[in-house]
């Protein structure tokens, strides 16, 4: 399964500084974005709404990266009224066991999952970190920026690819390779 994790950045502290109400309106906005550009991917499922993120699942690493792309570039270009909300990215791929659980959906386990999990959160704000098995895929298929709403007009973002070495992830005995995708001029492009 090819898994993306999502997180909002400082969400408890956005909630002391702006009050709840003003929140939950960013947040509204966040999930409607969010649940546009997931939808638009064909395969893409939202496993799991985090409350402060998602856990989605995609069919392939390219189709993972380009709708990463799009929320990178939407959450960036998004006028916020208040305060911007801002996402950091993981992306993995790996095999998960399911679990059936006789109150709703099945539940998702495995380590895939916590690596995806703790890419994300090592992320900086407005960063999508891959793991080498998706970044090695998804490089050979996207080349450029991707369009959302089959926008025309618009100039593309260059798209960047790096590496950033070697982490030790939570839970994780041996080093995992970190690499980074992101848009020239809103990625931040530089280490974890």
Request: glycine residues 8%; proline residues 8%; hydrophobic residues 45%.
């Amino acid at each position: 399964m090819v898994m993306l994790f999502s997180d909002i950045v400082g969400s408890t502290g956005l909630k002391s500084k702006l009050g709840v109400p003003a929140y939950s309106r960013l947040l509204a906005r966040h999930d409607e974005i969010f649940q546009q550009i997931t939808a638009s991917t064909p395969g893409s499922a939202i496993l799991n709404d985090l409350g402060d993120g998602y856990f989605v699942s995609f069919e392939t690493p390219s189709d993972a990266v380009r709708a990463a792309l799009l929320l990178q570039q939407a959450m960036a270009r998004e006028p916020w009224p208040e305060e911007p909300i801002q996402i950091r990215l993981g992306i993995h791929l790996g095999e998960l066991a399911e679990l059936d659980d006789p109150r709703g959906p099945a539940k998702l386990t495995g380590l895939a999952a916590d690596i995806a999990s703790h890419l994300a959160s090592l992320a900086q704000p407005g960063q999508i970190l891959l793991t080498r098995a998706a970044f090695n895929e998804a490089r050979q298929f996207v080349s450029d920026h991707p369009r959302w709403d089959n926008a025309t007009d618009e100039e593309l973002p260059k798209l960047t690819w790096m590496a950033h070495g070697p982490y030790l992830i939570k839970g994780i005995d041996e080093a995992t390779e970190v690499f980074e995708v992101g848009a020239a001029g809103i990625a931040p492009l530089s280490p974890p």
